[in-house]
């Protein structure tokens, strides 16, 4: 069964961490074929696909982590495996200043709004917290 969120000891590890610099995040992402929207959301029975759901997680995301200090550095669909072989269809790689400021847009109002669409559109996903060994270019 994939995982869709951190167990609480993945949780406590990666919020109790002494770092405080910057973290990208690298997401491996599957879509669903057609998006799985709950009874009683507004997007339910519609026969968008996975892939359009999870936009618009994170096209509301971005805004979230622009708010605080963070930016999208890639949004990219897989074109093929040249090392390796893998099932992901996108990966997507965020930047934070801090991982406060990352937990501070999963406790984000909005965010929560916006989880509904990340739910409904992947099928399984994988996050690689990560610490920059050299240094970020703002975009």
């Not at 965020?94 to 990352?102: G, I, N």
């Not at 109002?109 to 610490?131: C, F, K, P, S, V």
Request: aromatic share 10%; charged share 20%; glycine share 8%.
């Amino acid at each position: 069964m994939p995982a869709f969120q951190p167990t609480a000891d993945q949780f406590r590890a990666f919020r109790d961490d002494p770092y405080d610099g910057p973290i990208a995040q690298v997401n491996l992402l599957k879509y669903r074929v057609k998006a799985a929207y709950q009874p009683g959301d507004p997007e339910h029975g519609r026969e968008d696909p996975g892939a359009a759901a999870y936009q618009r997680y994170a096209d509301g995301i971005g805004h979230i982590a622009t708010e605080l200090g963070g930016h999208c550095l890639l949004l990219g669909h897989t074109e093929r495996y040249f090392i390796g072989q893998g099932d992901w269809d996108s990966v997507m790689v965020m930047h934070f200043p801090s991982r406060k400021a990352f937990i501070a847009m999963l406790n984000h109002e909005t965010y929560q709004a916006m989880h509904r669409h990340r739910d409904a559109g992947l099928l399984a996903q994988e996050l690689i917290t990560t610490r920059p060994v050299i240094p970020v270019f703002e975009a």
